[in-house]
């Protein structure tokens, strides 16, 4: 089968020199748009190296049998396809199912690394993940920079310095990085989330838990957070704006898998901050934690830094990529063989994470899953 790596939107390359390479002794062939891995700093050079070919992206999409992509290409590059491609990206079909038609009209196959459960055994496949605690840790990094004060306590001759005060709003993958992070420079971590199971965590890494009593059951949510009653939600936000007023930095990270973010921090609450502490909106893309967050931009509202940015992975690219790469290397192993792919669908991973199949929409199809 001819694999195709094409140049994403961000710095990231899916496919590193070291996979392609594993590609082509089982067999495969490898091809590659020009400057692919460079933002990433693996040259075009380090590709053919390993006996990749270098081709347009033009070329790549109407003659490639499998395509890894980080971000889904649009729907103007899906019509270029050939029937019978394999396509594998995060393609979020629970933001918008109507993508599956479209893949499924063109007679393509569509896995999505988005819809693979968060089982133990998937971890080591599981690109959320790694995306995630990248993001948590360059967020605390991207404070860092922004704020105006010491992240450590100090003592100094001219008189100590208080250590900063870091919330963390969300303790999940990104937000436990981030919490590590924060204590590694030491600073002050306190941090909050509505899973039950976060307090133990969030508690190992040595942050305090901030306790909201009454959430939610969330034992059958798959480990995804669930919503909550209006008066959970007044509770929490009156005990989260004590906290934020107090805070140097807040870092969040919020989701609600398949709904726009929840909001925690108001426009009074950000007005109630410190001058000159930060804000990192990590769920920007998703509508954003913070009132005033605008996505994909660092703003000043009320002498408060709020950055919005759900893409912080790419910014240290090369290590994304290696880990994007590994999780594929890993979740390949249950489908590729020298012949080509051999999926079992009675595999949960493969067949939660097959979206269509063939030119059938699977995903949200009960009947066909159980099958
Ligand atoms: P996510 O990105 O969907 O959300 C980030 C965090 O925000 C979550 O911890 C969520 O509970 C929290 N959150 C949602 N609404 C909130 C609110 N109103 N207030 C405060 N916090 C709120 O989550 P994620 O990091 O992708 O992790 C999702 C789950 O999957 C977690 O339970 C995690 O432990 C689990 N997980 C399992 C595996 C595995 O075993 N393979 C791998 C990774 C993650």
């Not at 051999?342 to 009960?366: A, H, M, P, T």
Request: proline letters at 3%; one cysteine or more.
């Amino acid at each position: 089968m001819l694999f195709g790596i094409l140049r994403e939107n961000d710095h990231r390359v899916s496919v590193t020199p070291e996979l392609a390479k594993k590609f082509i002794s089982e067999g495969h062939e490898v091809c590659f748009e020009i400057g692919a891995g460079t933002t990433a700093y693996f040259n075009d050079s380090s590709y053919t190296a390993v006996g990749a070919t270098e081709k347009s992206r033009e070329d790549i999409l109407k003659t490639a049998n499998v395509l890894i992509t980080l971000d889904p290409i649009s729907k103007e590059e899906v019509e270029l396809l050939s029937e019978g491609t394999f396509l594998f990206s995060s393609f979020e079909p629970f933001q918008d199912a109507s993508i599956c038609e479209l893949y499924a009209t063109k007679g393509i196959s569509a896995f999505s690394f988005d819809m693979i459960p968060r089982t133990t055994i998937a971890q080591s496949m599981d690109v959320l993940s790694s995306m995630a605690s990248i993001a948590g840790y360059k967020a605390v990094l991207k404070a860092t920079e922004l704020l105006p004060r010491y992240m450590p306590m100090l003592s100094t001759a001219a008189g100590t310095v208080p250590p900063s005060k870091v919330l963390i709003l969300g303790a999940g993958v990104a937000g436990l990085q981030a919490i590590a992070t924060a204590k590694r420079l030491g600073a002050q971590v306190e941090a909050f989330d509505t899973r039950a199971a976060s307090k133990e965590e969030v508690q190992s890494l040595g942050a305090k838990f901030v306790e909201v009593a009454g959430a939610n059951d969330d034992t059958n949510a798959g480990g995804y957070a669930v919503e909550q009653s209006e008066e959970y939600k007044k509770k929490q936000a009156e005990l989260i704006n004590q906290k934020i007023e107090k805070a140097d930095v807040v870092i969040t990270t919020a989701q609600l898998r398949g709904r726009p973010a929840p909001t925690l921090i108001s426009e009074e609450a950000v007005k109630s901050m410190k001058p000159g502490s930060v804000i990192v909106d990590i769920a920007s893309s998703t509508g954003g934690n913070c009132a005033l967050t605008e996505d994909a931009k660092v703003v000043k509202k009320h002498d408060v830094f709020i950055v919005g940015n759900s893409n912080l992975a790419a910014d240290i690219s090369e290590q994304a990529s290696v880990l994007f790469s590994k999780n594929v290397q890993n979740y390949f192993k249950l489908m590729l063989t020298k012949e080509g792919f051999n999926f079992d669908f009675s595999d949960e991973i493969i067949l939660q994470s097959c979206i269509v199949y063939k030119g059938e929409v699977i995903y949200g199809n009960e009947a066909k899953q159980q099958a």
